[in-house]
């Protein structure tokens, strides 16, 4: 796979991009197809072998394209021009992945109406595009940041119709890529990251283009105002002014979603000039604490829906998916009482027990990261909170993914392989494989989870052991 030329890698992932967007048209996700479709119905439905056979044979391609360039980048320049050229197809074509687009244009049409959608789900307009939406999310309040909720409602007020509102997301998506283009090869000279393989790991992944630009998530802008607001941060430590820009960057990230809090502890470490203390970390992290607080208030109170969009985050419960590790313990408990003849729901103390895990990997990695890397450590903290949630769609995998791109110097196999083994997981309408592998998914999610932690153990005694005497 390294023997592949340059320019072959690029035509080659040029070519699976142009195969999932013929996907797009013949089945993506497009507002009149079928709300609960299964693998099955798929295949049995019109071009259902072509549309699945497209959307594999072009993922596949970009995704062995995107993996075979990743340590040998030529040069900035082709990493753009190549992530371009391959985000073009999609870009053009119609939704992929996701329906998402279409939840957004509803919560925008509640907002621009005067309806909370924190209180209320988009069936209480009702939505005029309500059809297009899954029923699942028909009557959940958004689980979305306000400054996310502001936009939609302009948007939609500004556009009126559902297909031009899907074409603003996608340029805002655009927008936020842009945005991270821009900024990310600051953060990767800071961290001492050659430039090219940062940016091809952050901007050619399959997950980008399908979820981010085709589907059109908000994740795009999220990931551009959170890279942007570390930029700034790494680049001025110690200076109290762009540190504060910093910070109000990284609280406009989480008033898209809230996420995007976890990067603020480390990124107080990383406006750090010299060495930890905690008067310098209160003297040059203050500000950046402060900027993102004062922000994402301050957004809060603009949009005028209170904090409720915060207690939106507890809808990634009804999803139950073993793509998310401690789903995925909870449902196997579940198979494994069953063959006892017991029923046991195991779902409620798996997640928990993740959360708890996450909050003291968290201060465990803040704690750490006081000495060493705080950037590294931001995408590591994202990398947790991402595998420990509740629940894992693939294009939750690119926060991680594009922090880690710019911070990691020595091995990105590991983030760079979650990404690509993650850019199966959909099918092109929307169909979550997840939802129909639980065998033998969640037993083989279980055991990663037993092999991973028996590793981290063993390495943890081994950082401990006392080096030999010679």
């Known amino acids: ?33 079928e709300l609960r479709p299964t693998p099955v119905s ?8 072509l549309i699945i056979g497209l959307w594999l044979v072009g993922t596949a391609l970009m995704a062995w394209a995107w993996w075979s360039v990743r340590d040998r980048v030529p040069s900035a320049r082709w990493a753009l021009v190549t992530a371009g050229l391959w985000l073009l197809p999609l870009l053009l074509a119609p939704p992929l992945g996701s329906r998402d687009a279409y939840a957004y244009a509803c919560q925008g049409a509640s907002y621009a109406a005067g309806i909370s959608p924190y209180e209320q789900g988009v069936s209480a307009l009702p939505c005029p595009w309500l059809d297009t ?47 991270t283009a821009w900024c990310l090869p ?43 607001g570390l930029a700034v941060v790494a680049s001025r430590p110690g200076r109290r002014w762009p540190l504060l820009a910093g910070g109000v960057l990284l609280g406009l990230a989480a008033a898209v979603k809230v996420t995007a809090l976890v990067v603020v502890p480390f990124a107080a470490l990383a406006a750090m000039a010299g060495p930890y203390r905690i008067r310098t970390l209160v003297r ?65 103390v798996t997640r928990a027990i ?14 750490r990261a006081r000495t060493r890397d705080p950037l590294w450590h931001a995408g590591l903290a994202l990398a947790a ?21 710019a911070t990691a110097r020595r091995d990105t196999r590991w983030f760079a392989l979650v990404a690509l083994v993650s850019s199966f997981l959909v099918l092109a309408d929307g169909t ?28 943890a005694r081994a950082a401990r052991r006392p080096a030999p005497i010679d």
């Open 354 to 367: 993740g959360v708890l895990v996450l909050a003291v990997l968290l201060v465990w990695l803040w704690w």
């Open 1 to 33: 796979m390294s023997d592949v030329p340059h320019h072959l890698s690029r035509w080659i992932g040029l070519a699976g991009s142009v195969l999932l967007a013929v996907a797009a048209y013949l089945g993506g996700a497009l507002p009149d197809g």
């Open 133 to 179: 939406i899954s029923y699942i999310w028909r009557d959940t309040p958004a689980p979305y940041g306000p400054l996310f909720i502001m936009i939609s409602g302009a948007i939609v007020k500004a556009t009126g119709s559902l297909t031009a509102a899907v074409a603003l997301f996608r340029l805002l998506a655009v927008a936020g890529l842009a945005l």
């Open 432 to 459: 979550g494989l997840a939802r129909y592998t639980k065998m033998p998914g969640a037993p083989l999610m279980t055991l990663l989870v037993i092999v991973v932690a028996v590793r981290l153990v063993r390495s």
């Open 42 to 49: 798929i295949w049995q439905g019109p071009h259902g072998p």
């Open 385 to 405: 909170t991402v595998a420990l949630a509740p629940l894992f769609h693939p294009w939750y995998w690119t926060w991680p993914l594009v922090v880690l791109a």
């Open 284 to 348: 040059d992290g203050g500000p950046v604490v402060g900027g993102a607080l004062a922000a994402a208030v301050g957004v809060t109170f603009a949009a005028g829906l209170g904090f409720g969009w915060i207690s939106g985050l507890e809808q990634g419960s009804l999803v139950i998916a073993w793509t998310s590790p401690p789903t995925a313990v909870g449902q196997t408990v579940g198979y494994v009482a069953a063959l006892f003849g017991a029923h046991v729901d195991a779902l409620p």
């Open 186 to 228: 600051v953060l990767a000279r800071r961290c001492g990251v050659p430039v090219p393989r940062a940016l091809w790991l952050a901007l050619a992944s399959p997950l980008i283009g399908v979820h981010l630009i085709s589907g059109a998530h908000n994740d795009a802008l999220m990931v551009g105002l959170l890279v942007a």
